[in-house]
């Protein structure tokens, strides 16, 4: 009967999952990709009165996140769309709701993909994604199962392809770091200490702190082949603040890629 009953209350827990989501609000920047673009080489570039100097949540709250007025305005629509349990993130730059189903009867109000149409939306949304508990589940469980594609890829290799000698690394515990790189990138403590085990046994673990906290989940790597990687490695005795947020690309005008860049505190 024990058995029977804890089979019965998961059974309850997945239906009642599978009939809510959560729709997440991305709401425009009050700085511009120029000033966050300055910002980031103020603080990357040696002899910049800025260098080193990384900003708090709060600072950064105030560079990426919206205006009040477009927040106020954010929650306001997802409370008018039935809308429960509404979260403004840390940095102020995304807003959530938890809906249940059935959303609504008026076609005119959600789209075929159980979006909101356009045009209700408040000027300050950048866009809206949607998050289903039941599919998100799914796809981190064959996400998890699935075999990692092997790229031939390796610290030493990457050491190569940049000039820089295999056995380099630094050894100053006073110095931070700004961790960045192209492509999408990010670890999970479990990811971490694997790829340590794996390669790179000289991480420091106790130094590398994961801001989960304030934004985002720890999710496993996406991206194999990131620099995050040949980061971790190079500098490994440095404290590190692993960040999982999207600040948008710009154009590294050394090398002409297109990357994604994170500050942290």
Known sequence: ???????MFNFMLVAALARSFDLVAHLHS????LELDALFWRVSTPGSADYLKFRTTTE???LVGASDRVV???VAWLRDLNGTQIRVSTLRHTVTATFHLPTSSSSSIWSARGLPAKASQPPGVLLVTRRDALLEGTAQSRARAAPRPSFGYSIEAQKKAYGMPVDLATTNPQT??????PGTFGYSPAELSEFKDEQCPGINIDKIHF???NHGTPLPALDPNSHLHCCSQLCHPRPTLFVHMCMGGHLDRRT????TCAWGA
């Open 211 to 213: 801001d989960t906290e």
């Open 60 to 62: 950064l709250a105030a």
């Open 30 to 33: 009050s700085a511009t990709e």
């Open 256 to 259: 002409g890629r297109q990357c």
């Open 1 to 7: 009967p024990r058995i029977r009953s804890r089979s």
């Open 176 to 181: 931070l770091q700004m961790v960045w790189g």
């Open 72 to 74: 106020q305005e954010t």
